[in-house]
């Protein structure tokens, strides 16, 4: 069995956009014994107004709830392209990110089965006791650190360790460990994962929501946002490209914006301010 408790999982931390107002959006890491699982708690409160959220692709599954209606609750899987959501405000939600593979630690129902619509009802896919008690949990803390202490007790109290195909494991932890590699997804490079290409694909498809190419991209690309967050002069990611305009048309793509854009913008905004 897989273990993505291991090291090199851990280490993969994506990045969003940065939110001017610190007061309207508050993240948190969850306990050290869901680290396996959750990559991060958040939270975001609006004012009254049209808002809108800029998010880039992390490879990641979110479980957003509106802490004001129980049925408005959902999940995000993993996409490939920059998705701008609409918030209209006033409004509070809460939010659970999980780490690449984790959600399969409390829901069974496979990626590739969750449709195309780009986000699905946590109803359909979560048993109805854990929707409830995740709710409840959230809503008898009042602030937002103990909201955060109290779910990681109860997700550790109902998690289960889930069964992950080793091959897949392997193509992943590649992934993370090669950034600069060429990835030409051969039937001679799958062979090292343990399947075929065709295999390959059907398993990331089916487990990870993405095609083995768009996985890698997105690693990649969020390699690319940790090296200019930590290192603002650094150029170094330039060399996971094949030249410059390779990694100006990558990143455009899965951010919608240009790497000085991205580095300067709030992805949080007002659409009157905006405009």
């Given at each position: 069995?897989l273990?993505i408790?291991?090291?090199?999982?851990?280490?993969?931390?994506?990045?969003?956009?940065k939110?001017?107002?610190?007061?309207i959006?508050?993240?948190q890491?969850?306990?050290?014994?869901?680290?396996?699982?959750v990559?991060?708690?958040w939270?975001l409160t609006v004012?009254?107004?049209?808002?809108?959220?800029?998010?880039?692709?992390?490879?990641?599954v979110d479980?957003?709830i509106n802490?004001?209606?129980?049925?408005?609750?959902?999940?995000?899987?993993p996409?490939?392209?920059?998705?701008?959501f609409?918030i209209?405000g006033?409004?509070?939600?809460?939010?659970?990110?999980?780490?690449?593979?984790?959600?399969k630690s409390l829901?069974?129902?496979p990626?590739?089965?969750?449709?195309?619509?780009?986000m699905?009802?946590?109803?359909?896919?979560?048993?109805?006791?854990v929707l409830y008690s995740?709710?409840?949990?959230?809503?008898r803390?009042e602030?937002f650190?103990k909201?955060?202490?109290n779910?990681?007790?109860?997700?550790l109290?109902?998690?289960?360790?889930?069964?992950?195909?080793?091959?897949?494991?392997n193509?992943?932890?590649?992934c993370?460990e090669?950034?600069?590699?060429?990835?030409?997804?051969?039937?001679?490079?799958s062979?090292?994962?343990?399947?075929s290409?065709r295999?390959?694909?059907?398993?990331a498809?089916?487990?990870?929501?993405?095609s083995?190419?768009?996985?890698?991209?997105?690693i990649r690309?969020q390699?690319?946002?940790?090296?200019?967050?930590?290192?603002?002069?650094?150029k170094a990611?330039?060399?996971?490209?094949?030249?410059q305009?390779?990694?100006?048309?990558?990143?455009k793509?899965?951010?919608?914006?240009t790497?000085?854009q991205?580095?300067?913008m709030?992805?949080?905004y007002?659409?009157d301010?905006?405009?």
């Amino acid at each position: 069995m897989l273990d993505i408790s291991s090291k090199i999982f851990l280490d993969y931390n994506p990045l969003q956009g940065k939110v001017a107002d610190g007061r309207i959006f508050k993240t948190q890491q969850p306990s050290v014994a869901m680290t396996p699982w959750v990559q991060s708690y958040w939270q975001l409160t609006v004012p009254k107004g049209l808002f809108h959220y800029h998010s880039v692709p992390d490879n990641c599954v979110d479980w957003i709830i509106n802490l004001d209606c129980f049925e408005d609750n959902f999940l995000i899987p993993p996409f490939l392209s920059s998705t701008v959501f609409h918030i209209d405000g006033p409004g509070s939600f809460f939010a659970i990110r999980f780490r690449v593979l984790g959600h399969k630690s409390l829901i069974s129902v496979p990626l590739g089965e969750w449709g195309e619509l780009g986000m699905i009802k946590a109803e359909d896919v979560l048993p109805r006791e854990v929707l409830y008690s995740v709710f409840d949990t959230i809503h008898r803390a009042e602030h937002f650190d103990k909201r955060c202490r109290n779910l990681s007790a109860l997700l550790l109290s109902v998690i289960k360790l889930p069964e992950i195909d080793p091959r897949l494991g392997n193509f992943i932890r590649f992934c993370y460990e090669n950034i600069g590699s060429h990835l030409d997804l051969s039937d001679g490079q799958s062979s090292e994962f343990g399947v075929s290409a065709r295999q390959l694909r059907r398993l990331a498809k089916q487990h990870v929501g993405l095609s083995p190419k768009d996985f890698y991209q997105v690693i990649r690309f969020q390699n690319t946002l940790k090296t200019m967050k930590a290192w603002p002069q650094n150029k170094a990611y330039l060399d996971h490209y094949y030249d410059q305009p390779h990694f100006a048309r990558e990143f455009k793509r899965l951010s919608g914006v240009t790497p000085t854009q991205f580095r300067n913008m709030s992805v949080l905004y007002n659409h009157d301010s905006y405009e």
